[in-house]
């Protein structure tokens, strides 16, 4: 395994730092207190090529690999996790779905778009059927070509703002030879009747990033809308979700790293019996630590991204990533502002977002609790 990057990796990890500190640095304490989702800000990362990072330039990506997407949600991380999310959520959950399932027609009719000037949805997750994505209840029939709609979503990334295209819906569309529920994904576009979207707000993180509920009141889409083939959309959906880990993990060190920093410098500057406070053993020593754990989450997360990119099986290595990058960002921003003292609990200083935005990464996409499930089932228990 080679742990360097290529150039081509390094000038695209380059420009988003440069971007997220000269673009989304200055704005995002102010879109985080307002709840602003900026659709400004989602342009401007389109334009930079961030969605559709591994999609084939024939559709309209930048037809790079894993290691290069992570890469970039790193870097926004570091700044500012609405953002990452977005970028995550666009890539690996909105256009994930139709990259890897999609017929030949719907390859070409979304992701020219999706690459370059929309946003698609994720819709698996429902007020009753979290992590239990099995006990989904939004249903889909099919009659005389067409499929009817019932039910609701929650806790959608990006599927409720102005660039959002649609979103994909998994529903149960009846039962399999042995009486178990049937899922299917179906592709359901704005606009469409009998679906509705509402924003979410008063959220603890994340906040500048656009979290929705889905609505299906007898919704009715074409046939054709089917992703793949009917009765593969738990497969679709796990196989979208092992990918979207390393999303998720690339976001748990770059948000850590921005903690770090943060600290670190404080430690640098913040004088305290006559010395700066970094000169103190017990701060000294915490901040080693906290350098030595994103160090080796981020190996974690490479190797892991290694392997999908070699086709190589990532799965357990995708869910470790996830499972313990979000778990060292939670103690690095428990430690930094703990090293800011009273000030890291003040809003204006960046590490209590840090320490708020955290809170997602052992939720969602899977709980901590559902990837050491994953794990253990890939280790043979």
Known sequence: MDFGYSEEQRILQQTVRQFAEEVIKPRCRELDEKEIFDVGLAKQMMELGLFGITVS????????DYTAYCLVVEELARVDAGAAATVAAGNSLGIGPLNYFGSEAQKREYLPRLCTTHLWGFGL???EAGSDAGGSKTTGVLKNGRWTLNGSKIFITNAANSLTLGSTIQCVTGKDAEGKKEYSCIAVLQG????SQKEMHHKLCWRTSNTAELYLDDCEVPEENLLGKRGDGFKQMLTTLDSGRLAIAAMGVGGAQGAFEAALQYANERKQFGRTIGKNQAIGFRIADMATEIEAARTLLYKACWLRDNHKPFQKEAAMAKLYASEVMQRVAHGAVQVFGGYGLMEEYPVAKFFRDQRL?????????VQRMVIARKLGL
């Not at 330039?57 to 790079?64: A, L, N, R, S, V």
């Not at 990464?361 to 609790?369: A, D, F």
């Open 192 to 195: 469409t009747p009998g679906f």
């Open 57 to 64: 330039p024939e559709y309209g990506g930048m037809g790079t």
């Open 125 to 127: 997750t429902e007020p």
């Open 361 to 369: 990464l052992e939720i969602g996409e899977g709980t901590s609790e």
